[in-house]
Structure formats: structure tokens, C-alpha cells
């Protein structure tokens, strides 16, 4: 976890993503990624000297059947408070609307949920589980599908609603993030989407890990080329 909070600090550090004293959402999903992000982020808290707070927040798409017992326990043993805001993501997209494409909606309506929810707690600040591999896929499909060199920022200033979203694991790569969680024991929430690894992201990771095991190094090759481009939001400070 030292090993892992360093990342973490590094990238905060470089992108000034923390103010001194603020209060910081966690945005966990129930994944890896984000619990991960919310055990290192806890670590770190305790020693960086912009003396941050945290809370977590899982937004409940309404799915049946969803368990969120180890994810209460969890938050509990780490001592962050956790705010679970309900909505009907999940029927809207699914069943009212029957969407062809649900994940773009789904995305936009979680996203408003977890703003709100942010807000609502006192947090401008919010921290997503992005990491290395999310921001190559994220230019990949950018490239092959819009003809346009694109990233999210690890910092992203939202004017509309007053709030940054950080992503303060950009330096971590899914493999790291997957080792690390299986030596800590962390267990996951099983995702019921009816969608989970059926995404067009999906296919773009397995071709790219096709490429990676051809080209070994590629992912953090083009992840170097981001940093070191025009893109904006990618210079540090």
C-alpha cells in the first residue's frame, strides 16, 4: 500500500489535484479500480500535508439484487464515511427508454447522480478510478472512431457544476491495480450490468492487449507520448 500511495501522491503532486484541507468524494463503483482508490487514498491521507478528508459515495443504479454489505464493511474498517444515493438509472435505460446504445446515457445520468450527491456532501472535489491503461484506451477509440487525438484530463474543472474531478491514479497501470488488489484480499462487487464486457471500450482493451503482448511496453509507450503532447490539461504543474 506504500508502494501504491506513492503513485497516487505522485500524480496529485504533479497536477495539483488536492487543495489543502479539503473534503474528497471517492466515487467507488464497487470495482477494483475504485476500491483500490479508496484503500490508497486513505493511506495517503494520513501523511500528505495537504491534510485532505474523505467520503465515499457509490451511486445505486437500481439494479436488483445488488449487495452492498462488503462495500459498508469495508468503508466502516477504513473509518470514511460512505453516502449511498439511490436513483432509477438502470430501469430508465433498460426499460423506459430501451436504449440501443445504454452506456452513453447511463454514463451522463450516473455522472449528474455523483455530482449532485458530491455537492450535496460538501465536496467540490471528486476522485474517479482511472488509471494508465483507461487513458490509452481512451485516445484509442478517440482516434479510431472520431478521427481526433483526445483524453480526459487529470484534473477536469466542471464550470456548470463547480467541481473538479481528479484521477489521481493516471500513473498505475490495471495490472498493478489488479495484483495489488488480489495481495491485499480486496473483493470486488460483483457488476450486474447486462452490458459488463460487452462495451466497445472492452473491444478496443482486448485489442490493445493484443498489441501489448506483440509489442511489449506499447501501453506505456503511448502513455508516455500523452504526457508529453499538446493535450490539453497533460502538462504538469
Request: with cysteine; net charge neutral; charged share 30%.
Amino acid at each position: 500500500m506504500q508502494q501504491i500511495s506513492g503513485y497516487l501522491r505522485r500524480a496529485i503532486d504533479d497536477y495539483r489535484m488536492i487543495q489543502k484541507g479539503e473534503r474528497v468524494a471517492i466515487a467507488v463503483s464497487g470495482g477494483k479500480d475504485s476500491l483500490l482508490l479508496l484503500h490508497g487514498m486513505k493511506h495517503l491521507s494520513r501523511y500528505h500535508p495537504a491534510e485532505f478528508d474523505l467520503i465515499a459515495i457509490f451511486i445505486d443504479l437500481g439494479f436488483d439484487n445488488m449487495s452492498l454489505e462488503e462495500l459498508q464493511k469495508t468503508c466502516e474498517k477504513l473509518e470514511v464515511p460512505l453516502v449511498i444515493r439511490k436513483t432509477d438509472i438502470a430501469p430508465v435505460v433498460f426499460e423506459t427508454r430501451q436504449e440501443s446504445n445504454p452506456c452513453s446515457l447511463c454514463a451522463k445520468m450516473r455522472r449528474g447522480s455523483l455530482h449532485d450527491a458530491a455537492l450535496e456532501n460538501d465536496c467540490r472535489t471528486i476522485a474517479l478510478g482511472h488509471h494508465r491503461n483507461d487513458a490509452v484506451e481512451t485516445l484509442a477509440m478517440n482516434l479510431i472512431f472520431e478521427g481526433r487525438l483526445a483524453c480526459f484530463q487529470p484534473v477536469t474543472y466542471l464550470d456548470r457544476k463547480d467541481v473538479r474531478v481528479i484521477r489521481p491514479m493516471i500513473y498505475l497501470s490495471e495490472q498493478q491495480i489488479t495484483n495489488t488488489v488480489q495481495r491485499l484480499n480486496i473483493t470486488p462487487i460483483k457488476n450486474p450490468c447486462p452490458m459488463d464486457h460487452t462495451s466497445m471500450r472492452k473491444e478496443i482493451k482486448d485489442r490493445l492487449a493484443e498489441a501489448e503482448r506483440l509489442y511489449p511496453g506499447l501501453s506505456e509507450r503511448i502513455f508516455g507520448a500523452i504526457q508529453r503532447s499538446e493535450l490539453p490539461g497533460w502538462k504538469k504543474d
